[in-house]
């Protein structure tokens, strides 16, 4: 038996607003601020209660139809608490305690568990990701039932102490006589149990059959035995036809499905190919066709008259140079998605790719428009940032200033075999086995895959022709947030971790490149000194000239390493390996040959390869 709270009311910190539901549930409004508690009062009948229920529901005027709070819907109960009183005023309450918990879903990557929500840990509760969007409840079981004499008042404060505004949007607060039974009943039998046994049909009483007879203990058993011989039955003697022309006659009819039931098409709500409303209509090319087929669908998306395909692939393009679009939101041009912050500019762009212009490109050219931009005075600003512009547009929408990015994944690893001078730049072919660090292969699915290092200078190929292992992707990929190449990715993730740093010191890519470097600065032919050595490795590097106390701490990197390797001439040999350079010159040492002379500028071409603004567009 579940009963909700009588007459209750509730409140909250700040200016939190509480509007009382038909259904008694609360939708909260107002203030969001990073932590809230919630406090409800109301009246409890004089009868037994063992659990308290918390209903986290959803509403269209949450984010995400919540039922939190937070931009995509989630909330963080941390605690609930409870007590009762006699009185009104609550000047003796009795604080009631609780010994369970359960909840139809709990996040698990923690986990946020509905048990957390009673324990005394204030840093952990009961989340619901990624289960947002949808209906939710938590029970919470008492230590000892609540059995009050008379009708006495209850409250129950909600604290959700998590921060960053997870808190909760709409929720409803009721006393039950027990717990909820754990009968897990998939959505299709709970469909069908939902309808009237005398209006079930033949179908969905075989489907509650079968059912019902694979989870009763008379049945299953007999159920599994079949299941075991129907996989031994052999193979019937059956080819299937792979349709690869589009049907000229007898086309397939396609209807509206009443309630999304695929056993009842609607025969008045015929679909047929066609557009969206808001672009130029799909029509056949020829007058005569009923229907549109595939060729007229590819036609109409690259129609002058069909603004959607040039607006999102001008976007696209100047996400890539800019690190934002002109349209934020790439993956939804529609009216739920972000407006373009220059709308006149995305049309024009749009329309000089299409060839439309009157700049002469040529049309549906990618070259031609990322000329286009990249030769503008708005993408040739300088990215420095100005404090002045900070108030005023501190998201750079005004284009005031260039963005500053970090490379893709890819590109990581080309710009360091690139100023090393090992980048080979042949394009097309085959994948390619760069080196990958010991243990990474055989973490791949059953531990049979190989990783067979490309010799011939295939290993040193650009990023985008590296071999990608589903089961066991290569790290540096990985680690600079390369997306899965077995899914589609609209925008990539953009993360900071130390990982990426220890991996540009130390992964054997990098530790090669950054030898090949040091060879290619000591055997400059035009340069004699290794002040001057440093200065031009810096720039080539950051593509600058260093200032004064830059080069001061070069010139200290490599003195200290230097010294160092010089006591330590095992560890010298080691890091040189294969890359010593003889003849070199030096005006620090007069023995210009020594191990710890090339160790000392492996390490300070490591150091300047692993630099931030080195895998930064600046």
């Known amino acids: 038996v579940r009963e909700s709270l009588l007459e209750a009311q509730a409140s909250g910190d700040g200016s939190i607003n509480f509007e009382l539901q038909p259904d008694g549930s609360f939708l909260v409004s107002g203030e969001n601020p990073e932590t809230a508690i919630y406090s409800v009062v109301g009246r409890i009948p004089a009868r037994e209660f063992k659990t308290i229920r918390l209903d986290a529901l959803t509403d269209k005027s949450l984010p995400a139809k919540g039922p939190g709070r937070v931009a995509h819907g989630n909330f963080v109960l941390s605690d609930l608490a409870a007590e009762v009183s006699e009185t009104e005023d609550f000047a003796h309450p009795i604080r009631l305690k609780f010994d369970s918990a359960k909840a139809d879903h709990e996040q698990a990557d923690r986990p946020w568990l509905a048990k957390h929500a009673i324990d005394e840990d204030k840093k952990s509760g009961w989340a619901i990701g990624a289960q947002y969007g949808k209906v939710h409840w938590a029970e919470f079981s008492l230590s000892e039932p609540l059995h009050p004499s008379k009708a006495s008042f209850i409250r129950i404060r909600l604290s959700q102490q998590y921060g960053k505004q997870h808190t909760l949007g709409r929720f409803k607060l009721s006393l039950q006589s027990g717990m909820e039974p754990e009968l897990k009943i998939p959505e299709s039998i709970a469909k069908v149990l939902a309808i009237a046994a005398e209006e079930r049909d033949e179908n969905q009483r075989k489907e509650l059959l079968e059912h019902f007879s694979r989870i009763d203990k008379s049945t299953s058993k007999l159920i599994k035995q079949l299941d075991d011989l129907m996989k031994e039955e052999p193979a019937k003697p059956e080819l299937q036809a792979r349709v690869i022309v589009q049907r000229k006659e007898d086309q397939r009819q396609t209807f509206l499905l009443r309630r999304g039931e695929f056993l009842e098409p609607m025969a008045e709500a015929e679909v047929v190919p066609a557009g969206f409303a808001t672009l130029p209509p799909l029509t056949p090319r020829q007058p005569q066709a009923a229907l549109a087929d595939r060729l007229d669908l590819a036609q109409w998306l690259v129609s002058p008259d069909n603004p959607l395909t040039p607006r999102v692939t001008v976007n696209h393009v100047w996400r890539i140079l800019f690190g934002t679009g002109i349209v934020k939101t790439a993956n939804d041009f529609g009216i739920r998605g972000d407006p373009p912050t220059h709308p006149e500019l995305l049309d024009w762009l749009a329309t000089e790719f299409i060839g439309a212009g009157d700049t002469g490109n040529q049309a549906w050219s990618r070259k031609k428009l990322i000329k286009l931009?990249?030769?503008?005075?708005?993408?040739?600003?300088?990215?420095?940032?100005?404090?002045?512009?900070?108030?005023?547009d501190p998201q750079n929408q005004f284009l005031s200033r260039q963005n500053r990015l970090r490379v893709e994944a890819e590109i990581v690893?080309?710009?360091?075999l690139q100023v090393s001078g090992l980048l080979v730049r042949k394009i097309g072919g085959p994948s390619v086995f760069p080196i990958l660090p010991p243990g990474v292969a055989e973490l791949s699915y059953a531990g049979n895959f190989k990783w067979d290092v490309s010799n011939g200078g295939?290993?040193?190929?650009?990023?985008?022709?590296?071999?990608?292992?589903?089961t066991s992707p290569h790290p540096n990929l990985i680690t600079f947030d390369c997306p899965d190449a077995n899914l589609t990715c609209v925008e990539r993730n953009k993360s900071n971790t130390p990982l990426q740093a220890l991996i540009g010191l130390n992964n054997a890519s990098f530790a090669e490149a950054s030898r090949a470097f040091a060879k290619r600065i000591m055997t400059l032919p035009e340069i004699k000194d290794d002040a001057s050595r440093l200065e031009v490795a810096f720039q080539m590097c950051l593509a600058r000239k260093p200032s004064g106390g830059e080069l001061s701490e070069l010139s200290g990197l490599w003195l200290a390493a230097r010294d160092w390797y010089a006591d330590h001439p095992q560890e010298a040999e080691k890091l040189i390996g294969e890359f010593a350079?003889?003849?070199?010159?030096?005006?620090?040492?007069?023995?210009?040959?020594?191990?710890?002379?090339?160790?000392?500028?492996i390490t300070t071409a490591r150091i300047m390869i692993n630099l931030d603004e080195f895998i930064t567009r600046e």
Do not use: C, P
Request: glycine share 6%; charged share 20%.
């Open 581 to 601: 350079v003889e003849g070199s010159t030096s005006d620090n040492t007069s023995d210009n040959t020594s191990d710890n002379n090339n160790a000392a500028w």
């Open 458 to 470: 295939n290993q040193y190929r650009r990023g985008m022709y590296t071999f990608f292992k589903r």
């Open 413 to 416: 690893g080309d710009i360091s």
């Open 373 to 392: 931009i990249v030769m503008s005075a708005t993408y040739r600003q300088s990215s420095r940032h100005r404090e002045s512009l900070l108030a005023i």
